[in-house]
């Protein structure tokens, strides 16, 4: 790509980056090894019959369940907090080397805790990995815990609850929630109630909406779970209105180009909809989401879009700045990121 260096130089944050979808193949099998956690039957799904299989796997989902799958049998691999330290310092090496300066995650806490992995674990091992990657690099973080939409509000309220009695949201440990999984069929305001209270917390607040679910599901997202960013929010295009009030409200989406051929929500790069988000003033950044999974980081998607786009060095520079202005860090920190 022309511009690749220039990609590269640019002030990047990431904020759409799923901590258990950035276990590559490899390590997978050299957990599960370590830990004795056995993998499907290669009789069965002969993907687990090798490293190389199960890439070549990835290669072919045919939609967002059939990801998910993959996704939550890969993660059962992870069973200490120095397991998770590793996954969580490993991405942050790869974010830094790729130029991001500042990184929002999500974690999945009930995919852990409901085969018997402690919450403390999980988030002792990210913090541990996120002070490191300030330390070393100066690559500032947030961790955001994701509720599971195909699990109840009673389940996902478990979970809140937990990281509420710790303290984590009032001492910065997680900055905010998230809502992911299948969405079809699993509207928003299922999680109203703790969307709601998260609200009046001063919880930050986002869901994914719009990957797989028609445009309602970012409206209801807004409206009825008070999100204050959209992830993928590809689908908002289906909605003139809706997508003119999200670019006067300055709302974030979280974009997720190479995750979005992957699971087929488009064809290509090429159908997604940044030229119509740059000409109407919707802000948005451009993420990696489960990179390990998709083939690509969070540069990979930046000049995917730029073979598909041919965008200016000014409109880049201009997506880099809303993602700064959209990040959930201080005033300071977005100063010096600017
Ligand atoms: N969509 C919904 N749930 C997910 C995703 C996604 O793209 N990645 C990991 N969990
Ligand atoms: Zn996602």
Same mark, same amino acid.
Request: glycine share 6%; proline share 4%.
């Given at each position: 790509t022309p511009l690749h260096s220039a990609l590269h130089a640019l002030p990047k944050c990431e904020h759409h980056l799923h901590i258990e979808g950035?276990?590559?193949?490899?390590?997978?099998?050299r957990l599960a090894a370590t830990n004795n956690v056995p993998l499907p039957d290669s009789t069965l799904d002969p993907s687990f019959a090798s490293?190389?299989?199960?890439?070549?796997?990835?290669?072919? #989902? %045919?939609?967002?369940?059939?990801?998910?799958?993959?996704?939550?049998?890969?993660?059962?691999?992870?069973?200490? *907090? @120095?397991?998770?330290?590793?996954?969580?310092?490993?991405?942050?090496?790869?974010?830094?080397a790729d130029g991001v300066l500042h990184a929002e995650?999500?974690?999945?806490?009930?995919?852990?805790?409901?085969?018997?992995?402690?919450?403390?674990?999980?988030?002792e091992g990210l913090s541990?990995?996120?002070?490191?990657?300030?330390?070393?690099?100066?690559?500032?973080?947030?961790l955001i815990l994701c509720f599971l939409r195909h699990m109840s509000e009673t389940d996902a309220d478990v979970a809140y609850q937990e990281a509420v009695a710790l303290g984590h949201f009032s001492d910065g440990t997680?900055?905010?929630?998230?809502?992911?999984?299948?969405?079809?069929?699993?509207?928003?305001?299922?999680?109203?109630?703790? #969307? %709601?209270d998260a609200r009046e917390k001063g919880v930050r607040r986002t869901a994914?909406?719009?990957?797989?679910?028609? *445009? @309602?599901?970012?409206?209801?997202?807004?409206?009825?779970?008070?999100?204050?960013?959209?992830?993928h929010g590809i689908r908002l295009v289906e909605d003139e209105g809706l997508l003119k009030r999200v670019a006067r409200e300055k709302t974030?989406?979280?974009?997720?180009?190479?995750?979005?051929?992957?699971?087929?929500?488009?064809?290509?790069?090429?159908?997604?909809?940044?030229?119509?988000?740059?000409?109407?003033?919707?802000?948005?950044?451009?993420?990696?989401?489960?990179?390990?999974?998709?083939?690509?980081?969070i540069l990979d998607n930046y000049c995917a879009v730029?073979?598909?786009?041919?965008?200016?060095?000014g409109e880049w520079k201009g997506i880099a700045e809303g993602a700064i202005e959209g990040s959930w860090c201080d005033d300071g920190r977005k100063k010096v990121l600017l």
């Open positions: 950035s276990l590559s193949p490899s390590l997978l099998f490293i190389s299989a199960l890439e070549e796997r990835y290669l072919h #989902f %045919t939609s967002l369940n059939d990801f998910l799958h993959y996704y939550f049998i890969g993660m059962s691999v992870l069973i200490t *907090a @120095s397991d998770f330290e590793s996954l969580a310092y490993e991405y942050f090496a790869r974010a830094h995650i999500f974690f999945d806490p009930q995919a852990h805790t409901h085969r018997g992995i402690a919450y403390k674990t999980v988030v541990a990995a996120q002070k490191r990657a300030e330390e070393e690099w100066g690559l500032t973080s947030k997680v900055a905010g929630i998230g809502l992911d999984s299948s969405e079809v069929g699993f509207p928003p305001e299922i999680f109203r109630e703790v #969307f %709601t994914h909406a719009g990957e797989e679910g028609d *445009a @309602s599901y970012i409206q209801r997202a807004l409206d009825l779970c008070y999100t204050e960013r959209i992830d974030l989406v979280t974009m997720c180009p190479l995750s979005n051929v992957r699971l087929r929500c488009v064809s290509k790069v090429a159908d997604l909809p940044v030229r119509k988000f740059l000409d109407e003033g919707v802000r948005f950044s451009i993420n990696s989401d489960d990179p390990a999974y998709f083939g690509g980081y730029q073979e598909a786009f041919g965008l200016t060095l």
